[in-house]
């Protein structure tokens, strides 16, 4: 079953709108966690990278005040994308890891549409 | 900075025939990993095979194998026996302590 659950999967709102994704571990302590950005027919473009307890550390070009990453405890992770709009409609995947070494679990994504 | 790169942009082949994907990547670090992920059309991750770094040998998963060159940073994905079961995007990715980067991904079709 699922190690990592991504919610909402799908999620349609309007112009301005804040919208918070969740991203659980359900059966390990998730150290590190990544966020992920995917266009259609393209890669995952990494968008930060938080650690548990800590700031998270964002890729150049992404906008720290745009997308609100929190990582509060060793099992849940949000990203807030802030007053959407249209370009910022996409698929959103998260990423979770435990200690280096230990496997890599994804999330189930979230599909963004900003109206 | 890590980057990896796939350059074949699209692969096809015979069901039950063999195909390889190549992956290279650059990096200076010494510590790493290296995965194939496989991305149906439901986008779903799935892992497909992973490799530590400081392993010599060739990591193997039933039908799939690597070729794992680590002086020529080459990274390259075998699939024998192919089925249909496996048409899907194939990603490659670099894995460091505080980063996990994707390649461009190539699409592979497997042809009845």
């Known amino acids: 079953g699922a190690v990592v659950s991504q919610h909402p999967s799908w999620v349609i709102c309007k112009s301005g709108t804040s919208v918070k994704i969740e991203c659980r571990s359900l059966?390990?302590?998730?150290?590190?966690m990544f966020w992920y950005r995917q266009f259609p027919k393209q890669s995952l473009m990494l968008m930060a990278t938080?650690?548990?307890?800590?700031?998270?550390?964002?890729e150049q070009g992404v906008e720290k005040d745009k997308f609100l990453i929190n990582h509060a405890s060793l099992t849940l992770s949000t990203l807030t994308v802030t007053s959407a709009h249209p370009e910022d409609s996409s698929f959103y995947i998260c990423?979770?890891?435990?200690?280096?070494?230990?496997?890599?679990?994804f999330g189930d994504g979230t599909r963004l549409s900003i109206l | 900075a890590q980057t990896v790169t796939q350059s074949q942009p699209e692969m096809s082949v015979q069901e039950a025939e063999t195909v390889t994907l190549s992956c290279t990547y650059d990096?200076?670090?010494?510590?790493?990993?290296l995965f194939w992920y496989k991305q149906p059309p439901s986008r779903q991750m799935i892992l497909v095979i992973r490799q530590e770094a400081y392993k010599q040998q060739n990591a193997t998963e039933n039908r799939f194998s690597v070729n794992f060159q680590k002086a020529a940073k080459s990274f390259s994905l075998k699939i024998s026996d192919s089925q249909l079961g496996d048409t899907a995007m194939y990603f490659c990715a670099f894995a460091s302590r505080d980063n996990l980067f994707f390649g461009t991904g190539t699409r592979l079709t497997v042809i009845p």
């Open positions: 990096t200076s670090e010494n510590n790493y990993y």
């Open positions: 938080s650690n548990e307890g800590s700031k998270a550390t964002y």
């Open positions: 990423s979770a890891r435990g200690p280096w070494g230990q496997p890599q679990h």
């Open positions: 059966d390990f302590q998730a150290t590190t």
